[in-house]
């Protein structure tokens, strides 16, 4: 439901001229993507992680439309430290431990954000390693995506500089 506040004129167009007038652009793709994957899990998963209270709902939706639902069934590296960023992973459910050296730092769980849009944006290699720990479900953002988003919203970037690579609840 949506609710004004104040005063508003309010414009409508009938559901077949909209999508006449989207078809074949970004926001129809983002638009489909977001409406596979959006769920009151996605919400729940932003709204537990300050990453995200540096954006507007735009770009939420936007961020959200590049989420990529992935499954791991045991102990794996997702960020090597000393490699390249390919993806940036936000936890669903299980666990992933940080590690500088060979010595685990941190532990992400459920709402957690995995691996560093500074490093990724900058094409810096990883500071840590980042390891599923048996079972974990999650979501990825390909570096593809996200340097299409962070060249289209710059200010976010400075923002996100101070964001520790791992765990910002």
């Not at 090597?80 to 936000?90: D, N, Q, T, W």
């Not at 431990?97 to 954000?113: C, H, T």
Request: net charge positive; aromatic share 12%.
């Amino acid at each position: 439901d949506v609710y004004a506040e104040t005063d508003v004129i309010l414009f409508t167009i009938k559901k077949d001229k909209f999508l006449n007038f989207i078809s074949g652009t970004e926001f129809e793709k983002m638009l489909r993507k977001v409406a596979e994957v959006r769920s009151s899990e996605t919400w729940n998963l932003i709204s537990m992680n300050s990453f995200f209270r540096y954006c507007t709902s735009t770009q939420i939706t936007w961020l959200e439309s590049m989420f990529y639902p992935e499954e791991i069934n045991g102990p794996r590296s997702l960020i090597s430290e000393g490699r390249k960023i390919e993806k940036v992973y936000l936890v669903r459910s299980g666990t992933v431990g940080v590690y500088r050296g060979n010595k685990k730092i941190a532990e992400l769980k459920k709402g957690d954000f995995a691996g560093s849009l500074e490093s990724l944006y900058k094409n810096n290699p990883s500071s840590h390693t980042f390891k599923a720990e048996g079972k974990v479900s999650l979501f990825s953002m390909d570096e593809s995506d996200i340097r299409v988003f962070l060249d289209k919203n710059p200010g976010l970037i400075m923002k996100f500089s101070d964001n520790l690579q791992g765990n910002n609840k």
